[in-house]
């Protein structure tokens, strides 16, 4: 089973310092990044595999196609079961919390900084859900 | 024979010294104690009336006096009328006159010649008490009168076929600037916008063929000057003049309204201050943490901590000047405020 992972955040220091972070676990293997969710939703469209895993690490505040747009962009064509989608925000908005608890694609509602030991715990709970 | 022991201070206007005496002799039989006061001349009555408004309870007036005529009596006992009950003694010659008198507003007329005790002793008591029910039927209307008149709220009745205006109150002609033979010479259209107009025709065409009771509604009104103001409109079909009509209240909240949008914009600016501390205000900050977890926690190269300083550096700065905008967003809002 593969596996891809996607960084989608507007801010080039939170994309550098996240792969940084996930860089020991080869879990996460060669991380994508994209500036938008437009590009992002393009670039999965286009390679969108049934049989791959999707790990997108996700930011809602973004120019061009933010957080929300994206995740109606793709609820065209991918399945929630293997697109596992982890909101990545500096927000601590209530809204935008209960908001992503209704989105079928969402798993987890993420406050940053994301800090070392938050990746361990999050791998582990991706293995669990991929297992199932 | 009856005697009535209640006082009537009677002032008797009769030239002739024996139809005096008769009317006095009449009055004794009836009334225990009958306060007269005897003048010959219309004149002195009216002085009389004039320098004593309140001494009388009735006036029996001759219709021939040799002071004045006929004609110009009528209209003299008319206007005292209004206050105390008039009954005028006449002669059949006069008869007339006399009927056309009652017509104006005199009480009683008794011809001299039928006259009896007790006709003038009832006659006195009638006029009396015809006297005081109108009295209180006018203060009445007076006082319903003025609930419309004097109501600082503007107040108009309208008929529904034309549209005209049948009548406004004072604060309809203060407000709008019409005065009130303007008002009367116009339509409902004449104090609207023009394009208003449509949707007044269709509510009056709605409401007035149901005859909706306690209508609401607002609408945007013109006044004299041309001034364009948003109107809350309250009405209730009424039949005025015998026409079909609606009697309308209408209170300006132009200003209520202009309170009401300045404090939506004012919601509007806090909601974007607020919206700007969750998203913008927090995206250096956590990333502040981030970097300094980085540094801590990461076994790190001398150019990577430089690079680190610099990404640091730089979300500070950032940083700085959103809260900049911050402050200016916040001044704008108390500068709206203070207007």
Redesign the interface.
Known sequence: MSIQTMIVDDDPIFAMMFKKIIARESFFNSPKEFGNGLLASEHLKSTYDPSTSYIIFLDINMPVMNGWEFLAAISEFAYPKNTLVFIVTSSINQADLVRSKENEYVIKFLTKPILSNTIIELKKSIKERLAD | MKIDHNTYRILVVEDNPGDFLLVEDFLSEHLKSPDLTHVTRFKSARSLLDEYPDTFDVILLDLSLPDIDKETLVTEARNIGQTIPVIILTGYADLDFAVKSLAQGVSDYLIKDTISALVLYKSILYAQERHRFIQSLRESEKRYMDLFHLSPTPIWVYELDTLRFMDVNEAAEHHYGYSKDEFLSMTIRDIRPEEEIPKMEKTVKESGEKAIRFFSGVFKHRKKNGEVIDVEITSNPIIFGRKKAEIVQATDITEKLMQMRAIEEQNKRLRDIA?TQ???V??P???L???I??IR??ETDEAERNQYLE?IY??AEEMDEIIRGIVDASQTVIKKENQ
């Open positions: 919206w969750s998203h913008i927090r995206a900050v956590a990333r943490m981030g970097l977890d980085l926690n990461r990404y730089e979300s």
